[in-house]
């Protein structure tokens, strides 16, 4: 069992930066691979990234890719996310979880995941 805990976001305006964190309990943390996903008013959960459990591969939506960068560190049961270069499209409440499955072999779906956290919102302003 693993229980996620988001943080680091707030308001900021376009072009600036946040760093997210997602702190883990549980023994388990390091086995599984993580991902970042958000959800804006009215939409659907969308894939931000993900990180394998080493750390060593991640991947990245392409509205994302090349401003957003997934890190973990294990030893402190915690991950993060980077993000740089934000846009008002980038409004959303941001959610961690742990990928349990893999049903697909193209972009990672929320029905993947498990163990979600409550969430952090994020506000650009323009």
């Known amino acids: 069992q693993v229980q996620l805990v988001e943080s680091g976001g707030g308001l900021v305006q376009a072009g600036g930066s946040l760093r997210l964190s997602c702190a883990a309990s549980g023994r388990t943390f390091s086995s599984y691979p993580m991902g970042w996903f958000r959800q804006a008013p009215g939409k659907g959960r969308e894939f931000v990234g993900l990180?394998?459990?080493?750390?060593?591969?991640?991947d990245y939506a392409d509205s994302v890719k090349g401003r957003f960068t997934i890190s973990r560190d294990n030893a402190k049961k915690t991950m993060y996310l980077q993000m740089n270069s934000l846009k008002a499209d980038d409004t959303a409440v941001y959610y961690c979880?742990?990928?349990?499955?893999?049903?697909?072999?193209?972009?990672?779906?929320?029905?993947?995941?498990?163990?979600w956290g409550q969430g952090t919102q994020v506000t650009v302003s323009s």
């Open positions: 990180i394998s459990w080493s750390g060593d591969s991640t």
């Open positions: 979880a742990a990928r349990l499955r893999i049903t697909t072999t193209g972009q990672p779906s929320p029905g993947e995941f498990g163990y």
